[in-house]
Structure formats: structure tokens, C-alpha cells
């Protein structure tokens, strides 16, 4: 009897280590299909009983170099345009501008053509099984959060090319919370019209960083993060839904554990305190409150409980108690030469 418990256990742990492995090759292809394919796809993002619908194109021009288009349908026009590590964005009412980037930041996580590795620590990868999307086979591949900090994601991929035919995202409780749905999808050997017409495209001018985009250091800290996520951005940003007033500008601080971005607005506030408000739209949260006259806000694809949790934990630091305590951090480490340079992720667009 115990023999054949033992058998059962090491029977479950090697299957566990196949589904993992086969869905990491899976993710793997889908994230070449993302960058070497030559695709025309349509998809729309269905959240808040709401559909969002948009127009994607993907392509490998001369050099190699890649091609994309992202535009929006409904409402008003929005295009992204890319050419290799040049992204450019056309807005009604905004003078077209272009930044130095080699993503396209969509409903889509960018990580889904990248490394899928680098999220492992945070979430699991699971091969589920095959059904049918779009009239077309395709391979179920659940991202599972480790912890209850986190949403999950499923990924129906498609067998033939590998791409993705539908994404779902859901909380602890496995309940839906925004779905992106594909409508159409087109694999072709040669680049289309619209992005040869791209390829010999003269884009808009390429802006630079103002101080107000780039990193810069705060007087805030948080006391708590989910294990996984570290800051990729710190700088001051204007943003009217949390100061009214258009003169002045909120203190920001972006996080990504590879997946997911928080967003950690803070601003002084004329008032001492503030009940707790929040609002899903999809599988966003946005979460809001003031205490000790700040003003806290996150927003970010998780749950309440984890923004709460972080806006509750934000403490104020003098910026050069923060290099003192910094400076100590590095004597202590036995670093000789006292120089560490930690890794920082530039935010492409806001």
C-alpha cells in the first residue's frame, strides 16, 4: 500500500513537470510567432459587458527589421506605428510624435514576446488541454499566479502558427474579469500593403525625454510589494484625475514583475482623510484614498486586496536619509570599490 503511494506521488510529480515544460514550449512559440510571423489579425477586448475592437499588423521587412500597426476602431482614432526600435503614435488633436522604443504596448502583454522565463518566479505554466477557437485547433496554456497577490491568465494558442487566438484573465475565484477575443487571423508569406506602405513611411519626428519622463528620485518608499515586482520607473507626472489643478504634477512610481505593471500615484492633499474608493474597468483596478493628508492612488491589473495592501504601506523618506540608508546598504555588503548599480527599466510610453 505504501509502495503504491509512493508510485502515485512520483507519478503526479511527473506529470506536473511535462504539462509545465510542454506549456513553456508553447509559450516559447508563441512568442517567436509575435516577432517572425507575417500576420493581419483582428481582435476586440470585451470587458464591463463592453467591446473594444482593434486592427493589428505584424511583419518583417527589408533588413529584417519589424513592422507593426495597432489601431483602434471605435471612437477616436488612435494608430501606433512601428518600424524596428521606432514607435510612433497618431492622436486626434496631438501633434504625431515618435520614441525610441522596440514595443508596441497593447492589450497584449509585451512579455508574450519576450522571455517567458523571466516571470517563472511569480507564475506557473500549465498545458491544459485543445479545443476549438475561431474554427481552429488551439492549445490551452494557463499562467497561474503563485501566490493570491496576482491574476491569472489563460492563453488559447493557435496549433498551425502558434499565435494567439484568445486570452483570458481571471482572479483567484476564477472568475472572469476582461477577455480578449480574436475575430480574424492572417498568415502570409510576404509583408502586406499596409506595411509595405509603412516600410517607406518618413515617421514623426523623434522626441526626447523631459525631465518629467525620465527616472528621477522620490520622497516615498512602499513597505510592502508582492514578491516578484521591482521598480522600473520613478519620475513626476501630471495627471489630472488626481489633481485638478493642470499647473501641478503627482509623484509616480511604476512596478512589473514581468507581467503586470502597478502604477503608485502620491500627492498632498488639503484633506487629513479619505475613505477608500475604487473601480474595476476589467481586469484593472484602480484604488484611491487619502491618509495623513496624501493622497494614495494604484492601478494596476490586480486584485483589491493588493492595492490596498500597497497604498496602505507607502511611507515618506527624505531623499538623502534614502542615500544614506542606500550608502550604508553598500558598506555593509563588503563592496569595496562602494559602487552598485542596480538595473532599471525605461518606460517607453505612458
Do not use: C
Amino acid at each position: 500500500m505504501k509502495l503504491s503511494a509512493l508510485f502515485l506521488l512520483l507519478l503526479s510529480f511527473n506529470v506536473s513537470a511535462i504539462t509545465t515544460d510542454t506549456a513553456k514550449l508553447w509559450l516559447d512559440r508563441l512568442s517567436q510567432s509575435l516577432r517572425q510571423l507575417n500576420f493581419t489579425t483582428s481582435f476586440v477586448v470585451v470587458k464591463n459587458n463592453q467591446a473594444e475592437p482593434y486592427h493589428w499588423l505584424h511583419g518583417i521587412g527589408e533588413n529584417d527589421q519589424e513592422l507593426e500597426i495597432l489601431s483602434r476602431l471605435n471612437g477616436p482614432r488612435r494608430d501606433v506605428l512601428r518600424q524596428g526600435d521606432i514607435v510612433s503614435y497618431i492622436e486626434p488633436e496631438i501633434e504625431p510624435y515618435s520614441i525610441i522604443s522596440d514595443e508596441v504596448h497593447s492589450p497584449i502583454p509585451t512579455i508574450f514576446r519576450g522571455d517567458i522565463s523571466d516571470i517563472e518566479e511569480s507564475y506557473r505554466f500549465i498545458s491544459v488541454g485543445r479545443s476549438r477557437v475561431l474554427g481552429r485547433v488551439a492549445q490551452l496554456v494557463r499562467i497561474v499566479a503563485k501566490d493570491k497577490y496576482r491574476l491569472s491568465y489563460w492563453l488559447w494558442l493557435d496549433q498551425q502558427t502558434g499565435l494567439l487566438l484568445k486570452m483570458a484573465v481571471l482572479n483567484r475565484q476564477g472568475q472572469l474579469l476582461e477577455q480578449v477575443q480574436f475575430t480574424h487571423i492572417e498568415v502570409t508569406d510576404k509583408l502586406s500593403d499596409n506595411l509595405e506602405q509603412l516600410q517607406n513611411t518618413e515617421l514623426p519626428a523623434i522626441i526626447t525625454l523631459n525631465n518629467q519622463q525620465k527616472n528621477t528620485a522620490l520622497p516615498w518608499q512602499l513597505g510592502w510589494l508582492p514578491q516578484g515586482f521591482s521598480k522600473v520607473k520613478s519620475n513626476q507626472h501630471r495627471l489630472n484625475s488626481y489633481n485638478q489643478d493642470t499647473s501641478k504634477s503627482v509623484d509616480l512610481m511604476r512596478f512589473s514583475d514581468g507581467l503586470v505593471d502597478i502604477s503608485v500615484y502620491v500627492n498632498p492633499s488639503q484633506q487629513t482623510y479619505r475613505e477608500p474608493e475604487y473601480a474595476h474597468d476589467g481586469a484593472i483596478m484602480v484604488f484611491n484614498y487619502i491618509v495623513q493628508g496624501i493622497e494614495v492612488g494604484v492601478v494596476g491589473n490586480i486584485p483589491l486586496a493588493t492595492a490596498r495592501k500597497i497604498a496602505e504601506s507607502i511611507k515618506y523618506r527624505p531623499i538623502n536619509e534614502q542615500k544614506n540608508h542606500d550608502q550604508n546598504k553598500i558598506q555593509s555588503s563588503g563592496n569595496g570599490s562602494g559602487n552598485v548599480q542596480h538595473p532599471v527599466r525605461e518606460e517607453k510610453h505612458d
